[in-house]
């Protein structure tokens, strides 16, 4: 079984900054993508960033473009999302996904991987 653990939420002032963790865990368990997904109440979920190992670039909504910034850390399974410039809109739960042995490495592999339990943003104008 795979478990991914987040870490990092909380609250900010607009303009603020905010870096999110997540670990995947798993007996012989290797991801090839790692991301981030968010959705607000009321919105639809919506991919946020992903990395892709199949292509080895950083993947973004355009929302999200110049002020977040994924990287991860193979060796621990680990996945970051740096966070600045926030503004209100980007309050939402945030939740970390991975893929899945034998899936697809792209948004909508991720979308049916592993899902971490989510960390709440919140910011504040």
């Known amino acids: 079984q795979v478990q991914l653990v987040e870490s990092g939420g909380g609250s900010v002032q607009a303009g603020g900054s905010l870096r999110l963790s997540c670990t995947a865990s798993?007996?012989?368990?290797?991801?090839?993508?790692m991301g981030w997904f968010r959705q607000a109440p009321g919105k639809e979920r919506e991919g946020v960033a992903a990395?892709?190992?199949?292509?080895?670039?950083?993947h973004y909504t355009d929302s999200v473009k110049g002020r977040f910034t994924i990287s991860q850390d193979n060796a621990k399974n680990t996945v970051y999302l740096e966070m600045n410039s926030l503004k209100p809109e980007d309050t939402a739960m945030y939740y970390c996904?991975?893929?899945?042995?034998?899936?697809?490495?792209?948004?909508?592999?991720?979308?049916?991987?592993?899902w971490g339990q989510g960390t709440q943003v919140t910011v504040s104008s």
């Open positions: 996904a991975a893929d899945r042995p034998g899936g697809v490495c792209s948004w909508a592999g991720l979308l049916i991987g592993y």
């Open positions: 798993g007996e012989n368990y290797s991801s090839k993508c």
């Open positions: 990395l892709f190992i199949r292509d080895g670039n950083a």
